[in-house]
């Protein structure tokens, strides 16, 4: 034998096997059009697929470091609209959730604290000031009594000074000063 | 040493209505002072006139002078110090301050409305400081006249952190 001769040598072989592979084609578009995909997917027990991939193996396989490496921070941190992320934060809640007494009290914090205001004046003016606030306090609940009126239905001070409390059970007021208002 | 402050002093009061207690105890506090160094004043004066003139200078014998400066001390000493910061010497001892009704502080105007119009609260047995107790800002007819309002300056809850840091950590436990 010469050589291997690709296509039949028989004319009509060649043509039955172009009918034979137009014809497939034709079922396998028509047997791909009448699949429903979804339906099969919906079929697929996906949450069993994912807890038989080895997701330990697979993040051992992948080289962070190179990754990281290939990450330019600096301009990654170019885009970061800093302030605008800032103003997002609500600090004053923050804030709300530190336990600044214990911290004051367990800590260095609170020796620094009284060695910078120490003194038997300010201790003494504390403690005026204390006593009078809670005169202040027992003579306005009785007044608020006699006068049969509510201490919440009283403004606690200019509006500009102490922001007015939002009734119980609504939202907080939106601020749009901030851009918190997401 | 002195008595802590009261444990219920957890919250900053800075910007509340000041209560009428705090208020009356700077005002006498105020009245203190200002008598106390309108005396200094006339001793002043009289221990001078008698060094130049060497006539004794007798307070009684001058009893119009006297009252018209009087009059004039209480005028300076209220209204200077309103228009300085909204203090006196009685109410930053009491950490209260007067503001003008919307918050924002006060001008030399408001300061020297407010010193004229103390009088009227005064006169009738005082009646114009009921207001303190029954208006709904805590304003005395003065306040009112003026367009102003006393807040509380002093911060509760630093006083109270204050007073923690002093007492040290075996206080920590305590609710």
């Known amino acids: 034998m010469s050589g291997y001769i690709d296509v039949s040598p028989n004319p009509i072989n060649d043509r039955l096997e172009r009918m034979a592979q137009s014809i497939a084609e034709r ?29 330990d193996a697979l993040v051992d396989r992948v080289d962070v470091e190179k990754i990281v490496e290939r990450v330019d921070v600096e301009k990654l941190l170019e885009r970061v609209d800093v302030n605008a992320l800032v103003e997002r934060v609500d600090v004053r809640r923050i804030v709300d959730q530190l336990d600044i007494e214990s911290l004051v009290a367990q800590t260095e914090l609170g020796s620094i604290i009284a060695r910078s205001t120490s003194g038997v004046a300010s201790e003494v003016l504390d403690v005026i000031r204390a006593q009078s606030v809670g005169l202040d306090d027992f003579f ?43 | 040493m002195v008595a802590a402050p009261p444990i219920g ?65 209480e005028f300076v000493y209220f209204a200077y110090q309103w228009a300085l910061n909204g203090k006196t010497i009685g109410m930053a001892m009491l950490g209260i301050q007067v503001v003008k009704a919307d918050g924002t502080s006060m001008t030399p105007r408001e300061a ?41 300056s002093w911060d509760a809850r630093a006083a109270r952190l204050r007073w923690l840091a002093r007492q040290g950590p075996e206080v920590s436990s305590h609710p």
């Open chain 1, 27 to 55: 079922v396998a578009h028509l047997v791909i059009d009448s699949i429903d995909l979804n339906a099969i997917l919906e079929r697929i027990d996906v949450d069993g697929l994912v807890s038989r991939v080895d997701a």
């Open chain 1, 140 to 182: 306005a609940r009785w007044t608020n009594r006699v006068l049969r009126r509510t201490a919440e239905a009283l403004p606690l001070g200019p509006r500009t000074l102490v922001p007015v409390a939002p009734p119980s059970g609504t939202a907080p007021p939106v601020d749009t000063r901030t851009g918190n208002g997401q």
């Open chain 2, 9 to 73: 002093l957890n919250e900053g009061r800075q910007g509340h209505y000041a209560g009428a207690v705090s208020r009356l105890a700077a005002f006498a506090a105020d009245v203190g002072a200002s008598w106390g160094l309108y005396t200094l004043g006339l001793g002043a004066v009289s221990l001078t006139v008698e060094l130049a003139t060497g006539r004794t200078f007798s307070v009684d014998r001058h009893q119009i002078a006297t009252l018209v400066v009087l009059v004039a001390w």
């Open chain 2, 112 to 152: 020297t409305l407010r010193t004229l119009a103390l009088p009227l609260s005064i006169v009738v047995f005082g009646l114009g400081f009921i207001g303190i107790l029954v208006q709904r800002e805590r304003r005395a007819l003065h306040d009112l006249l003026a367009g102003t309002a006393v807040i509380y």
